[in-house]
Each structure stands twice: as C-alpha cells, then as structure tokens.
C-alpha cells in the first residue's frame, strides 16, 4: 500500500495537487457499488524541488486476478522520468508506461501493488489527470453511478508528506524557556518535539502539560491552517541498553504495562475526534532497534544489557506494538529512529538495521503499511552533509575510508546516509514512498571553529580533519557536545526522499548528568556525559567531549542552549 492509508472500502480517487506534494488520493464512493471501479490508482508527489520530483503510484486492481499489469498515464507538462523501482517505466513524450517486474505480477482481486520513480521538470508538475491499467480506466465508475459522479474525498486518508503546506506545533513549554535565554526569542518560535518519555507524562509531570494540553493548544495554533503536531514515543522495557543517561523507568521485561500503560493510553488520546484535523507525527523509540544490531554478541561494543533486549525480544516486540496501535489512527504518521551514519553506515550494520527494522514492522500485529517513514540523527550531532570532502576522495593513494574519523564508514554525513538508508529499506519491503526526516536541531557546527575549506593534502588524516564541519573528537560521541549548533532551521521537503528537516530534540535539553545525581526517573549516570572521561569502544577510547555541569537528561542546560545559538549555522541573525 502506499503511504496514504485509506478505508479498504474506498474504490474511486479524487485528483488533488498543491504545493510540493501533488496526490491522487482514493476518496469514498458514496453510492458506486463496489464491482462499479474497475481499478484505483493513487499517484503521489512525495518529494518535489526546482528541477526535479520523487513520486509513489499504488495501483489497486478491483476485477479478476491478474498475472501481469501495465499501467499507463500521460503528462500535462514536461516530466520526465530518470529512474524507477518495483516497475518498469518507459516513456515515449508525455505518454508513460509501468509494467510489473518479475518479482510482483500477480495482482489478485482487491491485491495492490506500488513502485515508484525520479523525475524532472520545469514549471508545474500536475498529477495526471487519468491511468488506464490494461487497457481499462481506472478510478472512473463504469456503471454503477456515472463517471462524472464526483467522488467525496476522504477525511481520514494520510497524505504523502504531512510537513507539505503545513505548520508545525511549537511547544510552548519549550518556547518560554528559550525566550528567557538571552537571545533566545530568535529561536524561541521554532517547532520542536514533545517527548513522552515515561507514563506519567501522558498527563504531564510536575504541574506541566500532558498529551491532551497539547492537542489542545495544537488546534489554537492552527486555526483554519494544516499543522503538524510531533511526538516522541519514548519507553521501551529496558530502553537505551547501550547507555545510561538515558534508561527509563521499565525494567527489561515489562511489555505489558508497556503496551496497556502506555501505548494504549496514548493511542486512545490520539484517535479522539477532537484531534481528528491534526497532523500527528510520532518518532517511535529512539536509540532502541540499531542497539540489537550493534551493540549485542560478540561485538566489542555489546552490553549485558542489549544482549538481554535482544534475547527476550521485547525492543522487536514493543516497536510493533506501537506502530500498529498509533498506525491505526487515521491521522497519525509513523517514523521509526533509524540511528544515523555514524552508528549503521557501516557495511555490517547498514543492512542488518533495515533487516530487523522490517522485523520490528510486521510484529505484533504492525505491518509495513504502519510506517510512513524513518528519522535518523535524532537528539545527534551529525553534520548534515560535508562539503570540503567526500566518500569518493583520496589523498596521496589513500582513501578517505581510511581516515581515523570515517573509518571505513560509506558515508561521511546525515543527507547521504539517510537517502542511502531509505534505498535500503525499500528494497527490504518497505513501500516505495516512505520518507526521511533529520533531526538538524544541534548538528550546524558553526562559529570560529567551523572549516571553510579542505584541510591539508599532506595526509588523509590531515584532509578529513581539517575540513570537517562536525567538530567532535570522535563520531561516537553524543552526549552534550562541546563546540555544537544549531543546525538547518525545521523546513519541508528541503531534498529528494526528505520529507523534513526537524527539531525534534529540543535544543537546551541535557542528554544527561555530568556526575551522579539521585533521581526518580530511572536515569542512570553515564560516563560519557563527563568531560573527565577517556571513553570506551564505542567512541575507540577518545575523550567524551561532553560539557561540565549538565544536569539530568530532558532538563533544562542553560550554557548548552547558549552554546548551540551561538554556534548555529546557518547563523542567527
């Protein structure tokens, strides 16, 4: 199925275009009887630029089985197609042929099937206004009701990009603590994520606001607009089992007070009629899928506690729950944490991550169809993409592959890995239409310290270092980071296969105490939030780089947030 997920009684399709993301979405039928549609097609503009657009095309067939398909439909404008997957795609002018590949010819009576393609264009990218799969039209009624009959759009169908034409909540808990920084209210108006980080936090923790105080304030915010409300689901059974900052208040094999005390309560907030006309974005268990890959057997980086996670299946179990309970309110769009290139973008983690994402996708009654995307850098500090060298250079002979700071990873910053990665995913099962988003809220890397060109040929070492943005002593290190900044201010659709650049870790939120600090949230003290510390093999023995004094993980850290404004890049003006 493809990204906008409608009623399995929906067979007619209403053509919608509007801003980056043009879609012809299935509507209801009113009173077409259900043998009346031959066909439907959805056709969506997932992601669109000045030259160029990414788009998915689902094709539901209504009549008898079928052992191949060929789906055509004609351009009103100049489009041209470069590149495609799960289809053969040829075009001879406007005219566009996809036929099935090997792999996905039958297509049983109410079966499905998606591809999807690159193309390129010049002034306006309509979605074609007719698709005929085998000669016959699809999405026209033909008997039943007329095809002039026009068809009622579906109010709960999810669209291609949630972030396309809309606004985005800003969390005003957030936005007065900024403002009270000095120079803050430059920033204090950007969206950020709100972090459900334990059960309490449904109905808010210490006097403040709960999922419901929100919502609430998310329908003020958006008047007669579209806007995008973020959440981070965040409260896996032995969460974070690679670090301590971040532990949480489950113990490793309580999975049911996961799913009754806490999905399920939130998934019954999010599907009140009241919050029906809000976009729902949710960020489903950070830091939690990539440790089963990374961190467990005989790794030199694995932990008891992984190992556990990992033996009982509870991370796998947890995240299926969840996606598909949120997945089945209508207006909620599911992105999984997909880590980031400094964790999976090696050759051994990069598929075994999308393999056991897939796993995590068809468990416990979740299915791929749940997921509308993946977000990767979340609460990281990844530079968005490095322009003094890339994967493919080499200094004297030698590869940057080989230098101390890539080390033999494919991928030297977030853009690449996370188009990569969303390749990747796709190949594995995942429709064709799934989109990125990355966490830009603390990966800018400006002020003094920030290259403005190569480093040196005198040494791979030398080149790499000297003109990398990401300032960090080693690309494992991730707790409050000393010389960091805000990054690329929250946007839509800014690349091909993104649907956003986000912030959702809100910056000035510590990602953990720089010493021990007794507490009832269950966060442990780790040593990689000190500054004193020589690290571990996850960050091969470097410093931790992080900065002193930070207080417990999700608190306020005044001289962070001070830092990262004055650090931004782009600079604040």
């Known amino acids: ?24 979405m299935a509507a209801a039928p009113g009173d077409v009887g259900a043998a009346a549609v031959p066909c439907t097609v959805d056709y969506q503009v997932q992601n669109q630029w000045d030259t160029g657009f990414t788009a998915s095309v689902t094709v ?7 052992n191949a398909w060929s789906l055509k439909w004609s351009y009103a404008g100049n489009q041209q197609i470069t590149s495609a997957w799960n289809a053969k795609v040829s075009q001879s002018g406007a005219a566009v042929t996809a036929a099935n590949e090997s792999y996905n010819g039958t297509l049983a009576t109410g079966g499905s099937v998606s591809f999807g393609f690159n193309g390129t264009y010049s002034g306006t990218n309509a979605v074609p206004a007719a698709f005929t799969l085998d000669g016959v039209t699809c999405n026209v009624d033909d008997g039943g009701g007329g095809p002039t009959d026009p068809p009622d759009p579906d109010p709960t169908a999810r669209v291609g990009n949630p972030y396309s034409g809309a606004k985005v909540y800003v969390n005003p808990e957030w936005s007065a603590k900024a403002a009270a920084e000095p120079g803050g209210s430059r920033i204090s108006d950007q969206p950020t994520g709100v972090w459900l980080d334990r059960i309490a936090a449904i109905n808010g923790v210490n006097g403040g606001m709960g999922l419901r105080d929100h919502l609430d304030e998310a329908l003020e915010q958006k008047g007669a607009d579209e806007l995008v409300v973020q959440l981070v689901i965040y409260n896996l059974p032995g969460r974070d089992c690679a670090a301590l900052a971040s532990n949480g208040e489950l113990g490793p094999t309580e999975i049911g007070r996961y799913k009754t005390e806490y999905i399920d309560p939130i998934a019954a907030i999010l599907a009140d009629p009241k919050y029906a006309d809000l976009r729902i974005v949710t960020t489903v268990e950070i830091d939690s899928l990539p440790n089963l890959v990374t961190n467990t057997g005989s790794r030199p980086t694995a932990t008891p506690q992984c ?43 990069f598929g075994a991550s999308a393999n056991i994402f897939k796993e995590a996708a068809t468990a416990e009654g979740a299915t791929v169809n749940d997921v509308h995307g993946f977000i990767t850098n ?50 594995v099962g995942f429709d064709a239409g799934i989109g990125m988003l990355i966490d830009t809220s ?114 306020w850290f005044s001289a962070q947030f001070r830092q990262l404004m004055a650090n931004a890049y782009p600079p604040l003006s």
């Open 378 to 427: 979340t609460a990281n500090y990844s530079a968005l993409k490095e322009e003094n060298f890339t994967i493919n250079d080499a200094v004297n002979g030698t590869s940057v592959r080989q230098s101390k700071w890539v080390d033999w990873n494919r991928y030297v910053d977030e853009l690449s890995f996370a188009q990569a990665f969303r390749s990747q995913l796709v190949s």
């Open 1 to 24: 199925m493809s990204r906008t997920r409608t009623r399995t009684a929906l067979l007619a399709a209403l053509a919608l275009v509007g801003g980056a993301t043009g879609t012809a």
């Open 307 to 349: 190992d556990v996670m990992k033996a009982n299946g509870n991370y796998v179990k947890g995240v299926g729950y969840a996606l598909g309970k949120l997945g089945d309110v209508p207006n909620v769009y599911n992105y999984v944490d997909a880590g980031h290139h400094g964790w999976i973008g090696w050759d051994d983690n």
């Open 442 to 555: 603390r990966n800018g890397w400006g002020g003094s310290a920030r290259p403005t060109g190569p480093g040196a040929l005198t040494s791979v070492d030398a080149y790499v270092d000297g003109g990398r943005y990401d300032r960090r002593i080693h690309v494992g290190n991730w707790c409050n980071q000393s010389g960091a900044g805000l990054g690329e201010r929250p946007q839509a659709a800014p690349a091909a296969g993104i649907d956003a650049y986000v912030w959702m870790k809100p910056p000035g939120e510590s990602d953990g105490a720089s010493r021990e600090i007794p507490n009832d949230e269950g966060k442990g003290f780790d040593r990689m939030c000190d500054p004193t510390y020589p690290g571990n093999a996850r960050n091969n023995f470097n410093m931790s780089g992080a900065l002193p004094d930070a207080p417990l993980s999700g608190h």
């Open 60 to 66: 539901t067939n209504h009549s008898a089985a079928k």
